[in-house]
């Protein structure tokens, strides 16, 4: 009996996405309530295999039970909704405001958002953490272009360790966090769409994104109105159960500001708006698939 429940909680455990430690608890919670309701049918005269059978048929396949589990467990409060939507509401409000021409203001969000990250990060990487971490790793993508400023032959050699070390380092935060859900895992990549759209909204080229300050300062309401964009879509993502929503949630969020994009821009067309939607569904896919490579692994681990 030990080793069939020992089979079906492994089982599920591989299906489940959550906090690694609340995970161990409600795993612990199930475990005590089948051999409960186990020992309740053998006193009532049925042998133990088909007492744990009748169990685990009731409670359905570990892969039902899971995803019951995580629209059960998985919801956010309101409170987690507002701290995570805060780093794009701030934005929001200094577009908005235009304070983004103090040229001290932006240094001074970024350190108190890698504050915030780093103080998420150290207490037990809770879900709100993500688009902090998005922020902050703002600063990583802007060294990337300053380096297109060294002599040609300089800045290739220097992109060529830096991109992979960016790569790998974005690879061990998003898969340190597959294992929870790798769906929160969109809230950290999913602003960099945003930013792609912005650079070619500014007709920027290949090269080094010299932004021009009077398109900036036109622009900044369309900038602040898809940072608001991105403050809804991340609150209703916490707050929803169902995952399938979060990620339509994302995904029309992902288009509105594609169309936001476009509107703000005398450059774009059709052709664009297309590009930028493939981008943000490249965005929710990745992981997707990240994810399902990695748990075929560990399934055939186990």
Same mark, same amino acid.
């Given at each position: 009996?030990?080793?069939?429940?020992?089979?079906?909680?492994?089982?599920?455990?591989?299906?489940?996405?959550?906090?690694?430690?609340?995970?161990?608890?409600?795993?612990?919670?199930?475990?005590?309530?089948?051999?409960?309701?186990?020992?309740?049918?053998?006193?009532?005269?049925?042998?133990?295999?088909?007492?744990?059978?009748?169990?685990?048929?009731?409670?359905?396949?570990?892969?039902?039970?899971?995803?019951?589990?995580?629209?059960?467990?998985?919801?956010?409060?309101?409170?987690?909704?507002?701290?995570?939507?805060?780093?794009?509401?701030?934005?929001?409000?200094?577009?908005?405001?235009?304070?983004?021409?103090?040229?001290?203001?932006?240094?001074?969000?970024?350190?108190?958002?890698?504050?915030?990250?780093?103080?998420?990060?150290?207490?037990?990487?809770?879900?709100?953490?993500?688009?902090?971490?998005?922020?902050?790793?703002?600063?990583?993508?802007?060294?990337?272009?300053?380096?297109?400023?060294?002599?040609?032959?300089?800045?290739? $050699?220097? =992109? !060529?360790?830096? +991109?992979? &070390? /960016?790569?790998?380092? @974005? %690879? #061990?935060?998003? *898969?340190?966090?597959?294992?929870?859900?790798?769906?929160?895992?969109?809230?950290?990549?999913?602003?960099?769409?945003?930013?792609?759209?912005?650079?070619?909204?500014?007709?920027?080229?290949?090269?080094?994104?010299?932004?021009?300050?009077?398109?900036?300062?036109?622009?900044?309401?369309?900038?602040?109105?898809?940072?608001?964009?991105?403050?809804?879509?991340?609150?209703?993502?916490?707050?929803?159960?169902?995952?399938?929503?979060?990620?339509?949630?994302?995904?029309?969020?992902?288009?509105?500001?594609?169309?936001?994009?476009?509107?703000?821009?005398?450059? $774009?067309? =059709? !052709?664009?708006? +297309?590009? &930028? /939607?493939?981008?943000? @569904? %490249? #965005?929710?896919? *990745?992981?997707?698939?990240?994810?399902?490579?990695?748990?075929?692994?560990?399934?055939?681990?186990?």
């Amino acid at each position: 009996m030990k080793q069939e429940l020992n089979r079906y909680l492994q089982s599920l455990k591989t299906h489940l996405t959550m906090d690694p430690a609340f995970e161990n608890e409600v795993i612990r919670e199930l475990e005590a309530h089948i051999e409960d309701s186990c020992q309740e049918l053998q006193n009532a005269g049925l042998p133990e295999d088909q007492a744990l059978e009748k169990c685990l048929t009731g409670l359905g396949s570990p892969k039902t039970v899971a995803r019951q589990m995580y629209e059960t467990y998985n919801q956010g409060t309101w409170q987690q909704a507002l701290l995570a939507a805060t780093p794009h509401l701030l934005f929001a409000i200094i577009f908005a405001l235009k304070w983004w021409i103090d040229i001290n203001i932006l240094p001074i969000m970024f350190i108190i958002i890698l504050g915030i990250a780093l103080y998420g990060w150290r207490h037990g990487k809770p879900y709100w953490l993500f688009p902090w971490l998005s922020y902050s790793l703002f600063p990583i993508v802007a060294a990337g272009v300053a380096l297109l400023y060294l002599p040609a032959v300089w800045a290739w $050699l220097t =992109l !060529a360790f830096y +991109i992979p &070390l /960016v790569l790998w380092f @974005l %690879s #061990f935060i998003t *898969i340190k966090f597959m294992r929870r859900d790798w769906s929160y895992s969109l809230l950290m990549l999913f602003p960099a769409s945003a930013f792609i759209g912005w650079l070619l909204a500014a007709g920027q080229k290949p090269g080094f994104p010299n932004l021009k300050i009077s398109f900036m300062y036109n622009f900044a309401p369309w900038t602040s109105l898809t940072f608001l964009v991105l403050a809804i879509s991340v609150a209703l993502f916490i707050r929803l159960r169902q995952r399938w929503l979060r990620i339509a949630t994302l995904a029309t969020s992902g288009v509105v500001i594609s169309l936001v994009t476009i509107l703000a821009s005398n450059q $774009l067309g =059709l !052709a664009s708006f +297309i590009g &930028l /939607v493939m981008l943000i @569904l %490249s #965005f929710l896919l *990745i992981p997707a698939f990240v994810e399902r490579k990695v748990r075929r692994n560990q399934s055939v681990i186990i």
